[in-house]
Antibody
Framework: QVQLQESGPGLVKPSQTLSLTCTVS??????????WSWIRQPAGKGLEWIGR???????NYNPSLKSRVTISVDTSKNQFSLKLSSVTAADTAVYYC????????????WGQGTMVTVSS | DIQMTQSPSSLSASVGDRVTITCRAS??????LNWYQQKPGKAPKLLIY???SLQSGVPSRFSGSGSGTDFTLTISSLQPEDFATYYC??????????FGPGTKVDIK
């Protein structure tokens, strides 16, 4: 059974770059027809899609974050990663990684989420 | 950008009640609409995809309907484990994803 696990620093200073990695276990990130996404949720608020990547390396980003976001994939490590630059307190949130089947336009498997706080 | 709204923002219901949540898109999204359930401190769980298809393993008391701009999620008989927040999410055009603001279902 495929599982996703986020990892990375829980505290990032303002203006720095937030970096997170999602490790896929129980299956190959390259098998099947899936895209791999990052989604975040500030405390007590709703969900915001950040972006997605295919194992080919093709990406789509949320227009509101596009100038600051880079998502990459390392198929040899069965991982994909998020970099968000020039962070502010508004980027404080729980960050989730998720899998999306091509056929559904949805996110069917999620990581447990990791809390990232932006503070000096 | 396509905006999503949900109504109500919260509701109180009793076990056994029939519950309906509405999601509306700012423009037509065909059937590119999904529903999630989220419990406190947990990741969202996919319930319904493509407006009306039940995700594997999800109880049949959950159903979805609609197309175009107006969609509904119905819980036919609310169970204790169904008290949670529900989000709709659109995926149109492909590569663009937006979530609704959520509907919190709590115990009356």
């Amino acid at each position: 059974q495929v599982q996703l696990q986020e990892s990375g620093p829980g505290l990032v200073k303002p203006s720095q770059t937030l970096s997170l990695t999602c490790t896929v276990s129980g299956g190959s990130i390259s098998s099947g027809s899936y895209y791999w996404s990052w989604i975040r949720q500030p405390a007590g608020k709703g969900l915001e899609w950040i972006g997605r990547i295919y194992t080919s390396g093709s990406t789509n980003y949320n227009p509101s974050l596009k100038s600051r976001v880079t998502i990459s994939v390392d198929t040899s490590k069965n991982q994909f990663s998020l970099k968000l630059s020039s962070v502010t307190a508004a980027d404080t949130a729980v960050y989730y990684c998720a899998r999306g089947p091509y056929s559904k336009g949805a996110f069917d498997i999620w990581g447990q989420g990791t809390m990232v706080t932006v503070s000096s | 950008d396509i905006q999503m709204t949900q109504s109500p923002s919260s509701l109180s219901a009793s076990v056994g009640d029939r519950v309906t949540i509405t999601c509306r898109a700012s423009q037509s999204i065909s059937s590119y609409l999904n529903w999630y359930q989220q419990k406190p401190g947990k990741a969202p769980k996919l319930l319904i995809y493509a407006a009306s298809s039940l995700q594997s393993g999800v109880p049949s008391r959950f159903s979805g309907s609609g197309s175009g701009t107006d969609f509904t999620l119905t819980i036919s008989s609310l169970q204790p484990e169904d008290f949670a927040t529900y989000y709709c999410q659109q995926s149109y055009p492909p590569g663009h994803f937006t979530f609704g603001p959520g509907t919190k279902v709590d115990i009356k």
